[in-house]
Nanobody, 123 residues
Framework: QVQLVESGGGLVQPGGSLRLACAASGNIFHINRMGWYREPHGKQRELVALITDDAKTDYADSVKGRFTISRDNAKNTTYLQMNNLKPDDTAVYFC?????????????????WGQGTQVTVSP
């Protein structure tokens, strides 16, 4: 079983910055991809940013140029640096990880979610 714990959310004024962190722990053999998603109140969860194990990244158009995803493979941790925040960025942010977990003599796929952290952008 793989657990994800997010941290770093909070209240910030428009134009401000926040840095989210997500640490994975548990029975991990390898993490292929880590990502951040967000769920604005009353809306569906949407992709914010992804990073692969070889550091390839992908971003939602709405955050390109403002958010940066990074990853520390040795610590099984991903970060989301959010700059020039806007009220539309207000949401619960969730961390996601996909990879392989030992299963007896073999490995099985896992996909885990964190519990979410609230980001509120307001004057």
């Amino acid at each position: 079983q793989v657990q994800l714990v997010e941290s770093g959310g909070g209240l910030v004024q428009p134009g401000g910055s926040l840095r989210l962190a997500c640490a994975a722990s548990g029975n991990i053999f390898h993490i292929n991809r880590m990502g951040w998603y967000r769920e604005p109140h009353g809306k569906q969860r949407e992709l914010v940013a992804l990073i692969t194990d070889d550091a390839k990244t992908d971003y939602a158009d709405s955050v390109k140029g403002r958010f940066t995803i990074s990853r520390d493979n040795a610590k099984n941790t991903t970060y989301l640096q959010m700059n020039n925040l806007k009220p539309d960025d207000t949401a619960v942010y969730f961390c996601n990880a996909e990879g392989l977990t030992p299963a007896g003599r073999y490995y099985s796929d896992f996909r885990s979610w964190g519990q979410g952290t609230q980001v509120t952008v307001s004057p």
